[in-house]
Nanobody
Framework: VQLQASGGGLVQAGGFLRLSCAASGSIFSINELGWYRQAPGEHREMVAFITSGGDTNYADSVKGRFTISRDTFENTVRLQMNSLKPEDTGVYFC????????????????WGQGTLVTVSS
């Protein structure tokens, strides 16, 4: 199973970006999809995640500005980021908690390669 992220870039403070992440491979089902970020010199932190039932959770720092959504049929997750701030700068990684096809099914966590978001002041 692989995750391919896209949509990062350079934007001025107050601007917006939309990240997308597509999952592919021997996927039986996806439990949870999410976005994490890592700023320079910092630990990776959760930004937002969405469950198979559509429940969402956001880091306090992005509530009201970011929106996570998923397309179950296309196995994609998107992160709409509005009102961006310089402190949102970092490498954004998509993450999936998946059941992988096989006998028996195997549960695993998969990470995308990361996409850089830079917000200038």
């Amino acid at each position: 199973v692989q995750l391919q992220a896209s949509g990062g870039g350079l934007v001025q403070a107050g601007g917006f970006l939309r990240l997308s992440c597509a999952a592919s491979g021997s996927i039986f089902s996806i439990n949870e999809l999410g976005w994490y970020r890592q700023a320079p010199g910092e630990h990776r932190e959760m930004v937002a995640f969405i469950t198979s039932g559509g429940d969402t959770n956001y880091a306090d720092s992005v509530k009201g500005r970011f929106t996570i959504s998923r397309d179950t049929f296309e196995n994609t997750v998107r992160l709409q980021m509005n009102s961006l701030k310089p402190e949102d700068t970092g490498v954004y990684f998509c993450h999936a908690d998946v059941w992988i096809r096989g006998i028996p099914l195997r549960r695993d966590e998969v990470w995308g390669q990361g996409t850089l978001v830079t917000v200038s002041s």
